[in-house]
């Protein structure tokens, strides 16, 4: 059965470092999301694309995250400089088409620590 | 899209059916009701959606009712393996399409 697969499953890194995650969403997939899930709570979105533009990155923090899809099908999402607060699982799912009647499929995710 | 509002946690004896409410009084008619659940460490799976009429599938069975206010989530012979947390999610179709996770419902199946 195709996944959505995400690099690297951990990630432990120090305040104001860079770190970068990588998800390749289930192939044919137009749509892809980045979430992020502090513990306890249910996941956040970051930013939502379709092929290769973004459709929504109204909750990203833009001074310190980006998110690219160069060529509409994998995608990287960068933090720098990372903060003590940025400690979270990343999770990034895909779905077939932008609409209501697809629903989405969801990596195993990114636990970051930033110490 | 509209709030949804469900217990923070429920317990289900194993083999019993589970039955975990979500209240959406404010859905619009243009927004579906979907179910999520995750597993510990684990990312969100999708169960079921539906928008007005009550669906059924392999996992479980989205009971609506009829005012589109509040709808059940029905697992019919719960296991340890659903032992989890569940998301119910009002979304709207579009370009605005996306799923907005409240904080859930964390089921514990109990042997």
């Known amino acids: 059965e195709a996944e959505v697969a995400q690099s690297p499953r951990y990630k432990i890194t120090e305040k104001s470092q860079a770190v970068a995650f990588w998800c390749d969403p289930i192939s044919g997939h137009a749509t892809l999301y980045w979430y992020r899930q502090i513990l306890g709570q249910g996941p956040e979105l970051l930013v939502q694309?379709?092929?290769?533009?973004?459709?929504?990155d109204s909750q990203l923090p833009k001074d310190r995250f980006s998110a690219e899809r160069l060529k509409g099908v994998d995608s990287t999402l960068k933090i720098q400089p990372a903060e003590l607060g940025d400690s979270a699982m990343y999770l990034c799912?895909?779905?077939?088409?932008?609409?209501?009647?697809?629903?989405?499929?969801f990596g195993q995710g990114t636990r970051l620590t930033v110490v | 899209d509209a709030k949804t509002t469900q217990p923070p946690s429920m317990d289900c004896a194993e083999g019993r059916a589970a039955n975990l409410p979500c209240n959406h009084s404010t859905i619009s008619g243009n927004e579906y009701v979907y179910w999520y659940r995750q597993i510990h460490s684990q990312g969100p799976q999708y169960i079921i959606h539906g928008l007005k009429n009550n669906e059924t599938n392999e996992m479980a069975s989205l009971i609506i009712t009829e005012d589109r206010k509040s709808s059940t989530l029905i697992l019919p012979h719960a296991t340890l393996r659903d032992t989890a947390v569940y998301y119910c999610?009002?979304?709207?179709?579009?370009?605005?399409?996306?799923?907005?996770f409240g904080k859930g419902t964390l089921l514990t199946v109990n042997p």
């Open positions: 799912a895909s779905s077939f088409s932008l609409g209501v009647r697809t629903e989405a499929f």
């Open positions: 999610i009002a979304a709207t179709g579009g370009s605005n399409y996306k799923l907005t």
């Open positions: 694309f379709q092929d290769e533009s973004v459709v929504d």
